[in-house]
């Protein structure tokens, strides 16, 4: 690899340090607004090995937000997009596009042969299954959101995100107030079921679109990536959870600690025990995505 482009942040992390930035193996669950930056993102600072993970294909509303996608890229796959533009920036990188669902085995075996991953995904039932496989693997889990929330009765406008390092035994999710499990179990049941729990009033949840700016995602893509290349170099240690406050123009940092009754941080490392496996779609559902994946 040509050092040269990478001299300017030699100067800030020393040649240690960008030789510890290029060693890390990076998954990226989710290849929209967010995921994008993050890949962007983390192929400029020079990681060398990052897998991409989502099932879906670009459409026209998707042009708002996805970096280094363009209108001829329509009806292509996010994974593979992000790939492209990938290796458009670092030709050295080697970059593994995995178009699954995060809960196939596929998607779920290359996470557990990572260093860190990347959790950009829309709803908590992915992030229920991300936030277990990283505790129970030990792999460092950085989970990224944002939101927007439209004006409207007795609600102002507003809008913003967060971003949680999640160190297995340290620091996770739950601990953040920023994993329902209950919403997410509803979410990864299977759709008969929910259907019937909708059907009788059960559950909450919208299934339409959520607002969605490319600035605001570059905001806490580029702070999440921020906070992995402190935490790799070892500058400082990472900040638990980010807040940026978009109203007030603000990003603060919580000095959280871990909940003393966190069952999630408590096992963290249990392996094949904590059988992740449990939350592989079934076989008929992967078909059904294939199908997706193979329409134009």
């Known amino acids: 690899m040509n050092r040269n482009r990478f001299a300017r942040q030699i100067l800030m992390f020393g040649e240690e340090g960008q030789n510890k930035i290029e060693a890390q193996r990076v998954a990226v ?23 991409v993970i989502d099932d879906d294909r670009l459409d026209e509303t998707n042009m708002n ?17 992000a790939k492209e533009h990938i290796l458009k ?31 950009a995904v829309d709803h908590d039932g992915p992030r229920l299954v991300l936030t277990e496989l990283s505790s129970a693997y030990r792999i460092t889990l950085i989970d990224v959101a944002t939101e927007i929330f439209p004006e409207a009765k007795g609600q102002p406008f507003d809008f913003g995100g967060r971003v949680v390092v999640a160190r297995p035994g340290d ?16 979410e990864l049941e299977m759709p008969e079921v929910r259907v019937a729990r909708r059907k009788h009033g059960y559950g909450l949840g919208s299934e339409l679109p959520a607002p969605s700016v490319f600035a605001l995602n570059g905001i806490l893509a580029n702070a999440a990536v921020t906070e992995f290349i402190v935490m790799t170099t070892g500058i400082r240690e990472p900040a638990r959870r980010l807040t940026y406050k978009g109203m007030r123009g603000l ?46």
């Open 29 to 51: 669950g989710g290849a929209g607004g967010l995921g994008s930056q993050i890949c962007q993102a983390l192929a400029y600072t020079g990681v060398r090995d990052i897998g």
């Open 171 to 186: 620091y996770c999710l739950f601990c953040a107030d920023q994993l329902d499990r209950e919403l997410a179990k509803e």
């Open 89 to 119: 920036i670092n030709p050295d990188a080697n970059v593994t596009a995995i178009p699954r669902n995060l809960r196939t085995r596929e998607a779920m075996e290359f996470m557990l042969g990572r260093t860190h991953i990347f959790g």
């Open 65 to 81: 937000r996805v970096a280094g996608a363009f209108p001829s890229d329509i009806g292509r796959l996010k994974v593979e997009v």
């Open 251 to 296: 990003m603060t940092s919580s000095d959280d600690k871990r909940k003393p009754d966190c069952y999630t941080c408590a096992s963290c490392g249990q392996r094949e025990r904590a059988n992740i496996w449990r939350y592989l779609l079934p076989e008929g559902d992967e078909r059904l995505a294939a199908e997706k994946r193979a329409a134009v």
